[in-house]
C-alpha cells in the first residue's frame, strides 16, 4: 500500500494509465532571421491562446464557470504583454529561438513563484510551466496526450496533472486519480473534486511502482493508494465503493427537507464559501444560507486589491443566487497565516497575536474598510446580507465597527442608494476574550459565529499551524468545550443567534454535543451539509443532554472524544 494525500473522496478501482509527458527537450539555437522568428512565436502564442480559450470554454458548459477560471487564467497569463514582451526582447536583442526564448523567460518567473514558498504561488508556478510547455509544444508540433480518449474505467496515473491535462476528463470514463506531486489546494485536486473522481495525491515515488494496465485501487479519503493488490483487497474496496456510492444516494433524501431534531428542535444548515461560484455546490447540496463567506479570497490570487465596485458585484452575486437565504459575510480577515502580498504588511513577530483581521482593518478605514463595508451595504438591497466582523476582542472593536457601517447607511440615504436597513452586524467568536465577555457581547451585537479553528488556537495557546504542537490542537479539550457551552449560552438567554463556522461544526463526533448545548446554525463546506442534516434529523435533543453532561465530566480531549465516538457509532451510550 502506498500513502499519500487524500484529495478527492470516494474509492476508484481499475487499469492504470500512466501518463507522461514527454520530456520538452529544448536547445538553445542562433537564429539568423529575427523578424521571422519572431512571426513564428507569434503564431505559436496565437495558436496556444486558441487552444486554451477553447478549453476553458469546454470546462465551463461541462463542468463550472469556476473550475474554468484555472485555465482563463492562463489565457490571461498569455495574454500578458509584460510576459509575451520578455520573450520577444529576447528574440529580438539575443537572436535566439523562440522555444529557447520562452524556457528562459517562463521558468525565471516560474522559479521566482517557487521560492516564494507559498502553496498559492507555487499554483502559479504550475501554471507557468503549463503555458510555457504549451507554446513550446505548438512550436515543436508535438501532439498532447488525449486525456480525453481514455478507455472506460481507467485510473489515470501520473507525475503531476496540469490543469489543461486534468480538463479534458471524462468523468464517465476515469473512476481515480493517483499522482505523485500536488496537495489537497492543487488545481487538479480542486478540478477532481469538482468532477466527483476520487483523487489521491503526493504519494511519493509513485511513477516507479505504476505501469501502464496494473490493475489500481484507490481510497480518496484515506489516501491509500494498491497496486496489483490480491483479490480480498480488490473484493473489500469494491464493497467500499458500493457502500460510499449508496451513501452519497441516500443523502440525496435529504435535499429539500428541513433539518430538525426527533423532538423538534429545527437548526440551519449552512455553508462556507470563498469565492461567489462556490453557491453552485451550496444550492446543490441545498445549503439554508451561506453562514460564511470568507472575503480575503477576493483579494488572494492578484496584485491590487478589488475595487468597491468588484467587491459590490461579488456581494450581490452570492447574495442574489441565495434568493432571501441568510449570506453571512466576513469583512476582510488577513494576517496570521493569510498573507496578501500587495498589502505591504510586514511580517509580525507573532503574526496570530499582531496586526489582523479587524485591528488591521480599523487602522485602514479610509482606503480598506470603508470601501468593503459600503459595498457590503450596497450589496444588501439584493439579499438577505448580514456583517460579520472577526478576530474581535473587545466591545469598541465591534463598536468602531458599527458606528462605520451607521456612518456608511448615512452616507447612501444622502445619495439615495438602495440597502437593508435593518441589516445585522454581528461577530465571529474566536477569541478567548471574546468568549469570556460573551455575555456583554451577547447584548450588543446582533448574532454570533463561533469559530473553533481560531477559538481552539487561543484558547490552548497552540498556533494552529505548527505540527510539533498540534497533540494539543483538539476543540475536544474541555477547555474548548466550556468556552464553547458558554459562548452558547450567553447568546440564547439574549436571544439572539449563535452559529459556529469553524471545522467542529461538521465534525460527526461533535455535532451531538452541539445540539445539547443549543447551536442554532451549523456553516460548513458544501458538501458536509446533507451528511449533517441526517444527523440532526437522528437526533432526540433531550436524549443529548445526558450525553452532553457526562461528555463534559472528563478531565482529558482524549476522553470525551473517544466516548463522543462511541456513542455516535452506536446511537446509545
Ligand atoms: C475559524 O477561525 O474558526 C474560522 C472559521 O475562520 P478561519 O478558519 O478563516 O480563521
Ligand atoms: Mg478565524
Known amino acids: 500500500m502506498y500513502k499519500g494525500t487524500g484529495a478527492s473522496s470516494g474509492i476508484g478501482l481499475g487499469t492504470a494509465v500512466v501518463v507522461e509527458e514527454a520530456e520538452l527537450v529544448i536547445r538553445k539555437e542562433t537564429v539568423a532571421n529575427q523578424e521571422a522568428e519572431l512571426e513564428r512565436f507569434k503564431g505559436a502564442l496565437e495558436q496556444s491562446l486558441r487552444e486554451t480559450e477553447a478549453l476553458a470554454e469546454d470546462l465551463a458548459t461541462r463542468v463550472g464557470e469556476k473550475e474554468a477560471e484555472i485555465l482563463q487564467g492562463h489565457v490571461m497569463l498569455l495574454s500578458d504583454p509584460m510576459l509575451t514582451g520578455e520573450i520577444e526582447s529576447a528574440i529580438k536583442n539575443e537572436a535566439v529561438n523562440s522555444e529557447y526564448a520562452i524556457e528562459t523567460v517562463c521558468n525565471t518567473y516560474a522559479d521566482l513563484f517557487d521560492s516564494m514558498g507559498d502553496e498559492l ?30 478507455p472506460a474505467g481507467s485510473i489515470l496515473v501520473a507525475k503531476d496533472l496540469t490543469p489543461s491535462m486534468t480538463a479534458g476528463i471524462n468523468p464517465e470514463h476515469v473512476v481515480g486519480i493517483v499522482t505523485e506531486l500536488g496537495g489537497r489546494t492543487s488545481h487538479s485536486a480542486i478540478l477532481a473534486r469538482a468532477l466527483e473522481i476520487p483523487a489521491v495525491v503526493a504519494v511519493n515515488g509513485l511513477m516507479e511502482q505504476v505501469q501502464n494496465g496494473d490493475f489500481v485501487v484507490l ?3 484515506a489516501g491509500e493508494v494498491y497496486v496489483n493488490p490480491s483479490q480480498d483487497v480488490k473484493e473489500e ?27 423538534g428542535v429545527q437548526v440551519e444548515i449552512v455553508a462556507n464559501i470563498g469565492k461567489p461560484e462556490d ?43 441565495m434568493n432571501g ?82 456612518e456608511l447607511k448615512k452616507e447612501l440615504d444622502e445619495k439615495g442608494i438602495a440597502y437593508k436597513k435593518d441589516i445585522q452586524v454581528g461577530i465571529m467568536v474566536e477569541t478567548a476574550a471574546a468568549s469570556l465577555i460573551a455575555d456583554i457581547f451577547a ?20 498556533d494552529r499551524g505548527n505540527k510539533k504542537v498540534s497533540y494539543l490542537y483538539s476543540t475536544f479539550n474541555p477547555a474548548v468545550l466550556r468556552s464553547i457551552r458558554h459562548i452558547i449560552a450567553c ?32 456553516s460548513m463546506s458544501a458538501s458536509a451539509i446533507l451528511r449533517t442534516r441526517k444527523m440532526v434529523c437522528s437526533y432526540d435533543t433531550r436524549e443529548l443532554q445526558k450525553v452532553a453532561e457526562k461528555a463534559m465530566s472528563f478531565a482529558t480531549a482524549g476522553e470525551v472524544e473517544q466516548y463522543m465516538k462511541e456513542f455516535v457509532e452506536k446511537g446509545t451510550v
Open 237 to 263: 474496496y469494491e464493497k467500499k465503493r458500493q457502500v460510499f456510492l449508496q451513501e452519497k444516494k441516500d443523502l440525496e433524501q435529504y435535499i429539500g427537507i428541513p433539518s430538525v431534531t426527533k423532538d
Open 121 to 150: 504561488m507555487q499554483q502559479r508556478a504550475t501554471d507557468m510551466r503549463d503555458i510555457k510547455t504549451r507554446m513550446q509544444k505548438v512550436l515543436l508540433g508535438i501532439q498532447s496526450v488525449d486525456i480525453a480518449a481514455l
Open 491 to 522: 447568546a440564547r438567554e439574549q436571544g439572539i443567534m449563535v452559529g459556529m463556522c469553524g471545522e467542529a461544526a461538521s465534525d460527526p463526533v461533535m455535532i451531538p454535543l452541539l445540539l445539547a448545548f443549543g447551536l442554532n446554525e451549523f
Open 443 to 462: 447584548k450588543e451585537v446582533d448574532f454570533f459565529s463561533i469559530g473553533t479553528n481560531d477559538l481552539t488556537q487561543y484558547t490552548m495557546s497552540v
Open 279 to 321: 453557491v453552485d455546490k451550496v444550492l446543490q447540496y441545498d445549503g439554508e444560507g451561506v453562514g460564511l463567506f470568507r472575503t480575503e479570497f477576493l483579494f488572494m490570487d492578484r496584485t491590487a486589491m478589488p475595487t468597491e465596485e468588484e467587491q459590490f458585484e461579488a456581494y450581490k452575486k452570492v447574495a442574489a443566487a
Open 325 to 406: 437565504k441568510p449570506v453571512i459575510i466576513r469583512t476582510l480577515d488577513i494576517g496570521g497565516d493569510k498573507e496578501i502580498p500587495y498589502m505591504g504588511l510586514e511580517k509580525d513577530e507573532n503574526p496570530f497575536l499582531g496586526y489582523r483581521a479587524i485591528r488591521f482593518c480599523l487602522d485602514r478605514k479610509e482606503d480598506i474598510y470603508k470601501p468593503q463595508l459600503r459595498a457590503l451595504l450596497r450589496a444588501s438591497a439584493f439579499g438577505n446580507i448580514r456583517i460579520m466582523v472577526p478576530l474581535v476582542t473587545c466591545i469598541e472593536e465591534y463598536r468602531e465597527a458599527k458606528a462605520l457601517v451607521e
Open 219 to 221: 481510497d480518496g479519503d
